[in-house]
């Protein structure tokens, strides 16, 4: 964390400029829905639908699209910002300890940082950290603005949601644990694959043929099998989750179509959480996949030596 | 598919089996958007009618027809679609190996150690990848499904909204995906090339500390270090305006398509729209033709980056390695 | 019986061996001496029937296509160049031995009494073990595997150039107490390892 802080310390400009962005984007894609929420009442109350609004609405689509630009793009370039003060600060380290204690970096250890924990955090900073901030910001948005336009039918959507983040953590470490099974055996499979190449000539010369392809065999055989278990189990596992993600969106509909006709929403309204729902599910379903990359590359980034 | 992957499945023997899981799961897409569209449509109109006794019964019919739907998917996935996937994995790997331990050292040694294993192991599961993992050849066939299928449906509930839809949807989808994101892959590869110089500026500085160190090279390298990563820097932030240009117009033309269909709906309101149901069962349609595009679209690009792996495969399955005569050993003391 | 008759070697459009020619009689020993690229592994490779010449014929005991002269030879290459199997596989090559002959090339090639401390002995699986085995231990499996295959030609690409002195000259030793009776071809770059040999060819003279 201590890194993390360093970087967003040396680019607050930009990081501001992020969080101001992506407040203007999720507010202009709500406002936007509010918007179409109205046109839905109006169109379900028969009423005139004045061009004005309209116009209102086409401006807030465009700005919509508009701020989304600016958030996605703003994003990046700090995102970006801030590989780019990670990698010249652990450079900057590297040359400081080479000046200062002569020849004394290990090369293959330099090597291995460059390639492996660097370039992971390099690719999360560009690629998964600001779109994610941007999807949890806009979760918590969605859920302020839907608790303010009815906490019930919130609480109906977020409620089911939560158990079925526990499902996602509890299938998510049954299936690492398989995963890990798997890939042990396709390492040892890899071994063989890689013995018999290495070792050819020898193979051709003893007529070691049969030999190298049954071991490969049964090195494989010994791979599907866990691969298999782990392919059954995950669809299995994305079956009930298909089944259970479906469960907030039809007690949506249950609940929210019992108070339309009960008079406690318009059918406004429950377009418009029909239309949100997604932004607040997924951002919570998604939290511990979220969280556990993101500990990866903290992880990563506490080994990536810049002070 | 590409010719010379389905030449692999020929050459595996495992034609048969992936026609049987293409036509198998191919109409999930079109059931999924299918199932959600009637329960939008069916639920909005009992809050239309008012019809509260209704709700119930809907809520436990979708909640079937979702675990009927899910199920069909998990079993033709798990029985069928598992194992045509080990079997290409099996075959695949075993043939690579096969082949090569029938060929002379002399076309062995065409390729380093390093590139065999990648042609077995990597190269493999690109093939894999290729046929059957997310957003690849199955997801592009099952989209396709849904793309026309849907499309269908729209054009059977109504006409002009479909040519409404498609109006708007296909000049910005050009846009976006054909003519703005082209470039992002070259702009990928640079900053790739430019990440590689960086790695060799890193490595400069740890081979010649002794020589930053006597002649007081601490500037200078740091320069050259600072002008390969503002290259990364400035090639990925290339791309990611791209990538913004195409968010932007990919999620201006759902909105503007949306927006058009439910005020050209209100128009059309008990005049070949019969309620306010049915234009969101109409909406919905549109929305996953839009997605069904963009899935078909990104399955496109990622069979492209998976499609050099299965070729490298395909190249080996296409020597014709010279068989060796294995086991006829001097054995004086065999068994 | 090894003869080379007017034999050429290209690597990509490179010449690597050019018109050479020899003959090496049955129970003959032959030294190919030479610094590092001058082309001695490929002679051995050639004779192994690993590579096929570019010009020329090869002949070994009178097969000159590679797959049959690979049968008719038995190698140690400068890596011992082991499979991730047991110990006995990577001896037998899968091929069915009596034990007896199996025990006997272990003890000739020094590996009995290492085998013997190992829990599950000549079974052993070296795949997971390969960091555990010295240079020493692993090149004695790679002879043992060449002696087991009993063929009447031994081709040796410096079998101890991996090797610290003391193991250097237990491996040679075994190999040459093997070789007593048949034909030896040994390339190194050390000519004295080939001080008791019949013929001892440069390669930097031809």
């Given at each position: 964390m201590p890194v993390l802080r360093i970087l967003l310390k040396r680019n607050r400009f930009w990081v501001m400029a992020a969080v101001v962005a992506a407040l203007a984007s999720n507010m202009s894609q709500i406002f936007y829905i509010f918007l179409i929420g109205d046109l839905v009442n109006k169109i379900e109350g028969r009423q005139a639908i004045e061009s004005s609004f309209v116009a209102l609405i086409c401006i807030f689509m465009l700005s919509n699209a508009l701020t989304l630009y600016v958030d996605q793009y703003v994003?990046?370039?700090?995102?970006?910002?801030?590989?780019?003060s990670l990698r010249m600060a652990y450079a900057r380290r590297l040359v400081k300890r080479a000046a200062g204690e002569g020849n004394a970096c290990d090369a293959g250890a330099v090597m291995s940082v460059a390639q492996n924990e660097l370039a992971q955090a390099d690719a999360y900073l560009g690629n998964t950290f600001f779109q994610i901030?941007?999807?949890?910001?806009?979760?918590?948005?969605?859920?302020?603005?839907?608790?303010f336009q009815d906490a019930l039918l919130t609480m109906t959507l977020l409620i089911p949601t939560i158990f079925i983040l526990f499902y996602v953590v509890w299938s998510g470490r049954r299936l690492s644990a398989m995963v890990n099974a798997a890939q042990d055996e396709k390492n040892r499979m890899n071994r063989v694959a890689y013995g018999t190449i290495h070792a050819f000539p020898v193979i051709r010369i003893f007529g070691g043929e049969d030999l190298s392809r049954k071991a490969f065999d049964a090195a494989i055989t010994r791979w599907v099998r866990p691969a298999s278990g782990l392919g059954r189990r995950s669809a299995l596992y994305n079956t009930l989750s298909g089944i259970v993600s479906m469960i907030p969106l039809l007690l949506l509909l249950l609940a929210g179509s019992g108070m339309v006709i009960e008079g406690h929403i318009m059918l406004g309204t429950l377009i418009v959480f029909l239309n949100l729902q997604k932004s607040l599910t997924q951002f919570v379903m998604n939290l511990p996949s979220w969280l556990?990359?993101?500990?990866v590359f903290t992880a990563n980034l506490s080994r990536i030596e810049i002070m | 598919m590409d010719r010379r992957v389905s030449f692999i499945l020929k050459e595996l023997g495992l034609w048969k089996i992936f026609v049987l899981v293409m036509v198998l799961r191919s109409p999930f897409d079109f059931l999924n958007a299918c199932l959600g569209a009637n329960m939008l449509e069916r639920f909005l109109r009992i809050a239309e009618l008012k019809e509260k006794s209704d709700l119930l019964p809907a809520f436990l019919t979708f909640l079937l027809f979702t675990v009927l739907l899910f199920g069909y998917n998990a079993t033709i996935w798990s029985t069928i679609s598992i194992k045509a996937d080990m079997l290409l994995h099996e075959r695949l790997r075993n043939k690579l190996l096969k082949t090569m331990l029938e060929m002379e050292q002399q076309e062995v040694e065409q390729y380093s150690e390093g590139d065999w294993i990648t042609r077995i192991n990597a190269d493999v599961d690109r093939t894999a990848d290729y046929l059957t993992a997310p957003l690849n050849f199955m997801h592009a066939l099952i989209a396709s499904v849904n793309l026309l299928l849907s499309t269908a449906v729209l054009a059977f509930l109504n006409a002009a909204l479909l040519a409404a839809a498609l109006a708007v949807m296909l000049p910005f989808f050009f846009l976006s995906t054909v003519v703005i994101i082209r470039k992002v892959p070259q702009y990928k590869k640079n900053a790739q090339e430019a990440q590689a110089s960086y790695s060799d500026r890193l490595r400069a500085i740890t081979e010649a500390g002794s020589a930053i160190c006597v002649f007081d090279g601490e500037d200078i390298v740091m320069k050259k270090v600072e002008e390969a990563s503002l290259r990364i820097m400035n090639e990925n932030i290339r791309a990611h305006r791209l990538s913004a240009w195409s968010s932007l117009f990919i999620v201006f033309s759902g909105n503007l398509g949306y927006l058009l269909l439910l005020l050209m709906g209100?128009?059309?309101?008990g005049n070949g729209i019969r309620d306010f149901a049915e234009l969101t069962k109409i909406t919905q349609y549109r929305g996953r033709m839009m997605m069904s595009v963009m899935c078909v679209n990104d399955s496109v690009n990622r069979m492209k980056t998976n499609l050099p792996g299965a070729l490298r495969v395909e190249e080996i399955l296409r020597m014709s390695g010279k068989s060796v005569p294995a086991g006829e050993q001097q054995q004086n003391h065999a068994v | 019986m090894i003869r080379l008759d007017n034999v050429s070697f290209y690597y990509e459009k490179q010449p690597v061996l050019n018109h050479v020619s020899l003959f090496v009689k049955k129970g003959q020993k032959l030294g190919v001496l030479g610094e590092s690229g001058c082309g001695k592994s490929t002679l051995l490779k050639l004779m192994a029937g690993l590579c096929r010449p570019s010009s020329g014929t090869v002949t070994v005991d009178?097969?000159?296509?590679?797959?049959?002269?690979?049968?008719?030879?038995?190698?140690v290459m400068q890596t011992p160049m082991l499979l991730p199997m047991t110990i006995r596989e990577n001896i037998t090559m899968g091929h069915e031995y009596t034990e007896e002959w199996i025990r006997h090339v272990c003890e000739e090639a020094n590996l009995t009494k290492w085998i013997d401390t190992l829990p599950k002995g000549i079974d052993t699986y070296l795949g997971d073990r390969s960091d555990e085995l010295s240079g020493g231990q692993a090149q004695r499996v790679a002879i043992a595997r060449a002696m087991c295959k009993d063929a009447g030609i031994l081709l040796l690409d410096e079998p101890t150039s991996a090797l610290d002195p003391e193991n250097a000259a237990?491996?040679?030793?075994?190999?040459?107490?093997?070789?007593?009776n048949r034909t030896l071809v040994h390339v190194t770059h050390r000519p004295e390892h080939l001080k008791a040999y019949d013929i001892v060819m440069n390669m930097d003279e031809l």
């Open positions: 994003g990046r370039i700090t995102a970006e910002k801030m590989a780019h901030t941007g999807k949890a910001f806009s979760g918590v948005l969605v859920l302020i603005f839907l608790l556990s990359g993101f500990r | 209100n128009s059309m309101m | 009178g097969e000159s296509e590679p797959a049959r002269i690979c049968q008719k030879v038995s190698v237990a491996v040679l030793e075994a190999l040459e107490r093997y070789a007593k």
